[in-house]
């Protein structure tokens, strides 16, 4: 077991049979007029649910959806959530406006076999972003067990996450939970070497926790995306426009020096697509890190480092990839990052875990996502959880109830 896990109990090992059950989910998908258009988030949920409603279970869903700035912004509703879920688990799906118990009791009563309940969009109440515990005395007054299966939101101590748990007697992980814990948790409790970290994306500053917990668990780092023109102008590389973090050009020098010190690589892109600007869709060449012309900037990676780039992934048995290598966005500076979501795909036989959205729509884009043993459905929760932090509801899960 992993021990991330620890004095955490899974959805399996609890008596759920009659019980109400309230099931923190992540439902926050992308809808535009009425459209979802993209419902990974709810094909993930449907293990827990379906489980759930095998072991009949009462059940009560609640997720948040977006920022909505009032109960009145209906662009907000849970509505085509729900009919999505109805639509593929076969049952009714009831939107609960009123989350107050005089509401809940008696709908409860009635519920049929075929029927769930789904709390209107939380961040409806004015207390669930601010974790206020009257909120949460409301949802518990009405439910026996509380599953927490929201990864994606589990790094925010928010009512639903953090206040309710903690006054719940009977609570436990859903199975994507488990599966996040259990997968992301290999990556920190003695991964298998030779471990590779690929790190990419915009800043230096956004990565530097998780650099920090992961230097004494890798044997090597990649770098790409924009973060690698610190480093490159750290070693005294001509990067012309590309992005660079000035603040950062002496951690980045330090950091080379220390992965040097304990006999790490440290690889670096040796060549760059470049272009204009960022907005351009064509590019201008292919140069090496000395010599990108002082009015371009690069914006990914060139054909040399991703040959070195696939060789590394080729030697590791753990492969973590955080960040794409360029302006992926961008068809014609996709390549790169395509390049190491295919490398990642064919290297069958080591651990390869995608932590993150935008490399996990690389993934998607390349055509391979199925081929990877785990893409972390967290964005900003996985990140955390790979820096080290502890979070809030994970560990709410873990403590004694308060009365
Ligand atoms: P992050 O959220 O930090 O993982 O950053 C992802 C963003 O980094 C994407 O929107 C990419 O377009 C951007 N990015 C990657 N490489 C570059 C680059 N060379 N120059 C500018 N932006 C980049």
Excluded at 70 to 79: I, P, T, Y
Excluded at 81 to 102: F, T
Excluded at 265 to 288: M, Q, R, Y
Aim: net charge neutral; aromatic share 6%; with cysteine.
């Amino acid at each position: 077991m992993s021990s991330f896990l620890k004095n955490i109990k899974t959805i399996e090992s609890i008596e759920v049979t009659g019980k109400v059950t309230f099931v923190r989910l992540d439902l926050n998908v992308p809808i535009k007029n009425g459209i979802i258009s993209d419902d990974t988030r709810i094909r993930e949920s449907l293990p827990t649910i379906r489980y759930l409603l095998d072991k009949k279970a009462k059940i009560i869903l609640a997720s948040h959806l977006g920022r909505p700035k009032s109960a009145h912004d209906k662009a907000f509703s849970l509505e085509p959530v729900g009919q999505k879920l109805a639509e593929m688990l076969g049952i009714e799906v009831i939107l609960a406006e009123d989350h107050s118990i005089d509401f809940m009791k008696p709908t409860l009563t009635g519920l049929t076999k075929n029927q769930i309940i789904l709390l209107e969009n939380l961040r409806f109440q004015e207390g669930e972003t601010n974790n206020d515990e009257a909120l949460a005395r409301e949802w518990a007054s009405y439910c026996d067990i509380y599953i927490n299966d929201a990864f994606g939101a589990s790094h925010r101590a928010h009512a639903s996450i953090d206040a309710l748990p903690k006054l719940m007697r009977v609570k436990a992980c859903g199975f994507l939970i488990k599966k996040e814990l259990e997968m992301l948790g290999q990556l920190l409790d003695h991964p298998k070497k030779p471990f590779l970290a690929i790190l990419g994306g915009a800043k230096v500053s956004d990565k530097i926790k998780m650099i920090e917990n992961l230097i004494d668990k890798v044997d090597a780092v990649i770098i790409g995306g924009a973060m690698a023109y610190t480093f490159i102008k750290a070693q005294g590389g001509n990067v012309g426009k590309s992005l660079v973090e000035v603040d950062q050009i002496h951690y980045a020098k330090e950091l080379i020096k220390r992965f040097e010190a304990r006999n790490k690589s440290i690889l670096l892109p040796v060549d760059h697509v470049f272009a204009v600007s960022i907005n351009d869709t064509e590019e201008k060449g292919i140069s090496d890190n000395q010599n990108i012309p002082h009015d371009m900037l690069g914006v990914d990676i060139g054909p040399k480092s991703i040959s070195a780039f696939v060789t590394a992934i080729n030697e590791a048995n753990t492969i973590f990839w955080n960040g794409p290598m360029g302006v992926f966005e961008t068809e014609a500076f996709s390549k790169g990052t395509c390049a190491i979501a295919k490398a990642l795909a064919n290297k069958t036989g080591a651990l390869r875990i995608i932590g993150g959205g935008d490399s996990a729509s690389a993934a998607n884009k390349a055509g391979v996502a199925n081929q990877i043993d785990h893409i972390s459905t967290g964005g900003g929760a996985s990140l955390e959880f790979i820096q080290g932090d502890k979070l809030p509801g994970i560990e709410a899960l873990r403590e004694r109830h308060r009365s």
